[in-house]
């Protein structure tokens, strides 16, 4: 079975990242989606200890092993780490 297919929804409050293209953010939001996002699209040059490190807390998460914060928290370091991490208090709302 695709491990991908069998994860349930198991959401986290977002982390956004910048996609290949320029400009272009996304919001992830669960498990799922970061599970997607480290397997399909992660920069290749970029797939070290941080980025395994996400990838099996993913795993982890739907084998009830480890908790979504902990997916998060893996998540945004491997996505500092790669450079697409969006620090949303990186730029400051103008009113």
């Excluded at 941080?50 to 893996?74: E, F, L, P, Y």
């Amino acid at each position: 079975m695709n491990t991908a297919a069998a994860m349930r929804k198991l959401s986290f409050p977002y982390v956004t990242i910048e996609t290949g293209r320029t400009g272009t953010l996304r919001n992830i939001t669960c498990v799922e989606e970061a599970f997607e996002w480290l397997t399909l699209y992660w920069p290749k040059q970029y797939r070290g200890a941080r980025w395994s490190m996400a990838h099996q807390a993913c795993i982890d998460a739907t084998n009830r092993k480890a908790s979504v914060t902990s997916v998060q928290k893996a998540f945004i370091e491997a996505a500092k780490e790669a450079g697409i991490y969006f620090n949303q208090q990186k730029f400051p709302v103008r009113t």
